[in-house]
């Protein structure tokens, strides 16, 4: 998707081990995000950030950590990583302005935990 | 909290006519909005509808009602590519979407 890329595509993680998951936006927008969406569950949101240096949490922040030093990237870390954050993770981006600014979301990236 | 209910699964003739219903219930409405998913990828936006009413994009239309917490997504002469997911989602404070579970919808010949 035009804009928003996310690396790496796939990954495979065993429990305990750290990762990032990278993010980063070619559109200026002020608003970037990350969900996690999982089979019947739908998209929920992990962190969000409306802007450099601001960041926050969503509905499902526990065992992810995120910064926003720059416009263009929000990265995602997993700190210790549990088989329950095995998911499919989107980056997704906005005009500040929100409304009816729609949001473009990465092509995701696949973790798997064992 | 935000809440959203819509149908698991909704089977279509091509050609035919489709409806999608999304319930909602949050503290603060900032507009509902509809996003489409194919398998395998990513969510793309379809509509916004901020005030009451019908909203058309192409084939596609959105309806809101605020006073029920309720909107639905019409899809129109249905094409083997409409098959995919279809998620609601009500917007919150800070510019964040919360989103329904999805409604996948299979269009068969």
């Known amino acids: 998707n035009a804009g928003v890329t996310q690396t790496p595509k796939f990954q495979v993680l065993k429990t305990g081990q750290s990762m990032t998951l990278q993010c980063a936006q070619d559109?200026?927008?002020?608003?970037m995000s990350w969900y996690r969406q999982d089979p019947g569950m739908g998209l929920r949101l992990i962190h969000y950030?409306?802007?450099?240096?601001?960041?926050d949490q969503g509905e499902v922040p526990n065992g992810y950590n995120v910064s926003r030093s720059t416009t263009e990237d929000f990265p995602l870390r997993l700190l210790s990583a549990a088989p329950s954050q095995t998911s499919v993770y989107f980056c997704?981006?906005?005009?500040?302005?929100?409304?009816?600014?729609?949001?473009?979301f990465g092509n995701g990236t696949r973790l798997t935990v064992t | 909290g935000q809440s959203l209910e819509q149908p698991s699964e909704v089977t279509a003739v091509e050609g035919a006519i489709v409806q999608i219903n999304c319930t909602y219930q949050?503290?603060?409405?900032?507009?509902l909005s509809w996003y489409q998913q194919h398998d395998g990828g990513a969510p793309t936006f379809l509509s916004y509808?901020?005030?009451?009413g019908l909203e058309e994009t192409g084939r596609f239309s959105s309806f809101l009602s605020r006073s029920d917490s309720y909107g639905y997504l019409l899809l129109q002469e249905l094409q083997m590519k409409d098959s995919a997911s279809y998620f609601c989602?009500?917007?919150?404070?800070?510019?964040?979407?919360?989103f329904g579970t999805g409604t996948r919808l299979t269009v068969i010949p």
């Open positions: 509808n901020a005030l009451d």
């Open positions: 989602a009500v917007g919150s404070g800070a510019n964040n979407l919360f």
């Open positions: 559109m200026n927008h002020e608003y």
């Open positions: 949050t503290s603060g409405f900032y507009g």
């Open positions: 997704a981006i906005r005009e500040a302005s929100g409304g009816n600014s729609p949001l473009h």
């Open positions: 950030s409306v802007g450099a240096g601001i960041t």
